[in-house]
């Protein structure tokens, strides 16, 4: 997972993050470029990037 994090950084990619909060809640998070948040890497299960499709005109 670690690994994923940093590939995620150094590409300033946008990822969805699953983890779970504190008080054992699963939460969903979107990390935005350039966003400064702070998780405990033993509570993030699931790191998914965000891909954006253009939408063309048929």
């Not at 993050?17 to 979107?30: A, D, N, Q, R």
């Not at 350039?34 to 891909?51: G, S, W």
């Amino acid at each position: 997972m670690k690994y994923q994090l940093i590939k995620a950084m150094q590409r300033n990619q946008l990822v969805y993050m699953m983890c779970i909060s504190k008080s054992g809640f699963i939460t969903k998070k979107c990390i935005l470029n350039q966003a400064k948040r702070t998780f405990i890497i033993d509570n993030v299960f699931a790191i998914v990037p965000v891909v954006y499709k253009k939408r063309g005109i048929v």
